[in-house]
């Protein structure tokens, strides 16, 4: 069975270009291309510029200026021309949005040089969504992944918030196959914005990443200054507004004195600048009990789960904390 994945980028340390994108849909993403690779002849088709690779047992396809520019000829150029004066948003969003449009002509190169038996897209907003109409234009058996829903998120632009909505909406009246990576997220579906009637054509599928091998790594308290008496609470996640570890922070301070003094929190993920975290921090009685890691390895975040005390810290703390909190 032949399979194209059409995905913004996804991630892997061996790859130039690919290396950037420390995030857990980038990482989800090469683990999905190395399982479903030893399983099927896999190409992948992503926005990255880069010259034909192997990730794993994928190939990924030869994303090159030259290869932009040749599939769009002089009707895709003018679509991207199109795309860019049509915009009323910043010069880099225009920029974006002619890129997409003028990108639309490669993947149908794609389609026609890969054959595939199924087309797998991953995420929607209003520039992937001319990816996934060009996916269904071509006839081949097409399955839409959302790795999570962002209409209600601030920092999401109004026309990309529209875009999912509408999509869903639409994939629910004409039962398009779309995959959700959790329950939650699909009982979200049946209330505002979205007010899904249906859902017949939309299955939860577990989101999840294969861990591999732990390095083995003795001196890891040492490397950030933690006393071998010292509880470890590890949270894994980008650190930003989404993941509100902010509300970890502030529930850590009302910790009993005791627990406190001997517990250190280490917040594993690529940092957002903009998120006021290190403000929080500062706040704190002990700052030096919270530790910005940035992104780690995989083999090293397995590691820290193995001398890890606590994990999926944010509701055992927030529990500790409000039942500290009520009145007597």
Known sequence: MKVLFVTPYLYSEELPGFQRNRTGFGILLEQMAEYIGDRCELSIFSNVITPEA??????????????????????GALAGVGAFFHASTSLSSRLHDSYYRMNCAALRRAIAETQPDLIHCHGIGETLRWYYD????????????????????????????MSEVTFLREADAAHWPVSLISSGIKKRLYREPYSLTDGASIDVILNGVAMHPAVDLPGLREEYGLSADALLCVC?????????????VRAYE?????????????????????????????????????????????????SLYRIADITRALVFLWRRASYRARPA
């Open 254 to 302: 009302l910790l009993p004195a005791e627990i406190r003094g001997r517990l250190h929190i280490l917040l594993v993920g690529p940092i957002d600048e903009s998120y006021p975290i290190r403000e929080e921090i500062a706040r704190l009685t002990a700052p030096s009990h919270v530790h910005l890691l940035g992104f780690v390895p995989q083999p090293k975040l397995l």
């Open 54 to 75: 192997r990730c794993h047992e994928a190939r990924i396809l030869s994303h090159t200026w030259s290869d932009v520019f040749r599939s769009a000829g002089c009707k």
């Open 134 to 161: 060009v996916c269904r234009e071509s006839g081949v058996p097409t399955v839409m992944t959302l790795h999570g829903l962002n209409a209600q998120l601030p920092q999401v632009s109004k026309a990309d918030a």
């Open 236 to 248: 894994a996640g980008s650190v930003c507004d989404r993941k509100n570890q902010a509300q970890l």
